[in-house]
């Protein structure tokens, strides 16, 4: 299932320096396709973890996001070890969901992860072009995914009509602007020393492209899981 709840803290960055802004880009990447990587690996050596053991991968996964907050200004290798730890474990976490949809409706993966590059591609572009400032996008769409998280419980114990439907679209919605608003981020780099967010921004990259490709899992299967 969805886990909007794994988006993480977001640092604010000031205006263009274009040099440091295409480092930064392509080591904030870079992390970005290491998270990933780490994230396959969690998800396959945990193909037949069972649900339970998940959620306990699934918190120390979070704690090593929240880490990652507290390491970033004092240890840049302490905050990459977490990122390294925190793309296994979350991977860990997702193994039995994702195995469970393999067996049963693989084309439905495939589909999902196609629709979220497309989905990343396009909103992030929009996000890096754009010369308005989104914080306060990304501020109305962090108290959004607090009432989805809200509306997610609901859904557990209230039964409405297309309501799978709706939460993953509203979601699609909220990650949209999540997105726009780090990938924004990328280009508003001051000086070499904001490279030391990397990791961190590469961790909310990575949670946006996450959380997008698990919204689109729930409308291609239907809300299965």
Same mark, same amino acid.
């Given at each position: 299932?969805?886990?909007?709840?794994?988006?993480?803290?977001?640092?604010?960055?000031?205006?263009?320096?274009?040099?440091?802004?295409?480092?930064?880009?392509?080591?904030?990447?870079?992390?970005?396709?290491?998270? &990933? +990587?780490?994230? /396959?690996? !969690?998800?396959?050596?945990? *193909? $037949? #973890? =069972?649900?339970?053991?998940? @959620?306990?991968? %699934?918190?120390?996964?979070?704690?090593?996001?929240?880490?990652?907050?507290?390491?970033?200004?004092?240890?840049?290798?302490?905050?990459?070890?977490?990122?390294?730890?925190?793309?296994?474990?979350?991977?860990?976490?997702?193994?039995?969901?994702?195995?469970?949809?393999?067996?049963?409706?693989?084309?439905?993966?495939?589909?999902?992860?196609?629709?979220?590059?497309?989905?990343? &591609? +396009?909103?992030? /572009?929009? !996000?890096?072009?754009?010369? *308005? $400032? #989104? =914080?306060?996008?990304?501020? @109305?769409?962090? %108290?959004?995914?607090?009432?989805?998280?809200?509306?997610?419980?609901?859904?557990?114990?209230?039964?409405?009509?297309?309501?799978?439907?709706?939460?993953?679209?509203?979601?699609?919605?909220?990650?949209?602007?999540?997105?726009?608003?780090?990938?924004?981020?990328?280009?508003?780099?001051?000086?070499?020393?904001?490279?030391?967010?990397?990791?961190?921004?590469?961790?909310?990259?990575?949670?946006?492209?996450?959380?997008?490709?698990?919204?689109?899992?729930?409308?291609?299967?239907?809300?299965?899981?």
């Amino acid at each position: 299932m969805s886990n909007p709840a794994l988006y993480g803290g977001r640092g604010q960055f000031g205006a263009v320096s274009a040099s440091p802004t295409r480092t930064l880009f392509s080591q904030t990447m870079g992390y970005v396709a290491l998270t &990933a +990587g780490l994230f /396959a690996v !969690g998800a396959y050596l945990g *193909r $037949d #973890l =069972s649900y339970g053991l998940g @959620i306990v991968w %699934f918190i120390a996964a979070l704690a090593c996001l929240f880490g990652m907050n507290f390491a970033v200004r004092r240890s840049a290798n302490v905050t990459v070890a977490l990122l390294v730890g925190f793309g296994l474990l979350i991977g860990l976490a997702l193994a039995p969901t994702l195995a469970y949809y393999a067996g049963t409706d693989p084309g439905a993966l495939s589909t999902s992860g196609g629709a979220t590059a497309l989905f990343i &591609a +396009g909103f992030g /572009a929009a !996000g890096y072009a754009t010369r *308005r $400032d #989104l =914080s306060a996008l990304a501020r @109305i769409c962090f %108290f959004a995914l607090i009432a989805l998280i809200v509306f997610g419980i609901v859904l557990i114990f209230v039964h409405i009509p297309n309501g799978d439907l709706i939460y993953s679209v509203l979601g699609l919605v909220i990650f949209a602007g999540f997105t726009m608003f780090d990938f924004q981020r990328l280009r508003r780099a001051r000086t070499s020393a904001d490279l030391t967010v990397a990791p961190l921004l590469a961790a909310s990259i990575f949670l946006d492209v996450l959380n997008v490709f698990l919204f689109f899992l729930r409308i291609f299967t239907g809300g299965r899981r």
